[in-house]
């Protein structure tokens, strides 16, 4: 599972941090913008079994960018804008708490496909 925001400096990165133990998912992160942290790569979109966008622009951008990386139904948005600091729950436990009740349930319906 990749997870996307604009940077790969905030939102991503701490979807990463919190799932990255998960027992169904490797999970990853990257950025659409050009001077992302970690650029997002058709490589790595190729091998994700899901892509969890933040945000609309985000899945509109690797469509685009991207064609036929990740089908439609592999791509997911979670509607979470750039307001929040890298998993800082003092500072700003909704992200966290975001993450933690939308990244599961929109993935109840999709199971990981086999390793590549």
């Excluded at 998960?22 to 001077?35: P, R, T």
């Excluded at 892509?51 to 948005?77: S, Y």
């Excluded at 890298?86 to 496909?113: A, K, N, Q, T």
Aim: proline share 7%; aromatic share 6%; hydrophobic share 40%.
């Amino acid at each position: 599972m990749v997870f996307v925001c604009a940077q790969n400096k905030l939102r991503s990165p701490t979807a990463e941090a919190i799932f990255r133990d998960s027992a169904d998912w490797e999970v990853a992160s990257e950025g659409i913008n050009h001077d992302a942290e970690t650029p997002v790569s058709r490589d790595l979109l190729e091998l994700a079994n899901v892509t969890v966008c933040m945000e609309k622009r985000h899945r509109d951008v690797l469509r685009q960018r991207f064609k036929g990386a990740l089908p439609d139904d592999r791509i997911l948005t979670l509607g979470i804008p750039d307001d929040y600091d890298f998993m800082d729950p003092f500072m700003d436990p909704e992200l966290v708490s975001m993450l933690r009740r939308l990244v599961p349930g929109r993935l109840e319906r999709i199971r990981p496909r086999d390793s590549k």
